[in-house]
């Protein structure tokens, strides 16, 4: 499944929808403008590619900063991951490479 850039209108239902599949979801905060978001994308892309039961979410800080307050990113890029709905169980800021998030997501 491709990465699913949301917005403040449907950031709410691709997670319920994501949820209800039975998926783990990674949501990346960040800015068309910002290098290292972009090269958060690509191993978020790398990571996509090679697994099942994964949905990941791109928001646009600089476009949607109702939920960036919300969910109290300070710095670009953010990924946060959720195995269970509203339970982020883990929070990073900066690139993370793909085989890192593997071993996170395998917890």
């Not at 958060?40 to 939920?67: H, K, P, Y």
Request: one cysteine or more; hydrophobic letters at 45%.
């Amino acid at each position: 499944m491709a990465i699913i850039e949301v917005d403040e209108s449907d950031f709410a239902s691709e997670m319920d929808s994501a949820f209800d599949r039975g998926d783990v979801v990674i949501v990346k905060f960040g800015s068309t403008y910002c290098d290292a978001c972009m090269a958060l994308g690509f191993e978020l892309e790398e990571l996509d590619d090679t697994r099942e039961n994964l949905t990941i979410l791109e928001v646009d800080c600089s476009t949607s900063e109702a939920l960036a307050e919300e969910f109290d990113i300070i710095e670009v890029p953010t990924m946060k991951i959720y195995k269970q709905r509203d339970q982020v169980s883990f929070e990073g800021v900066g690139v993370i490479l793909a085989e890192d998030i593997a071993k996170l997501l395998d917890y």
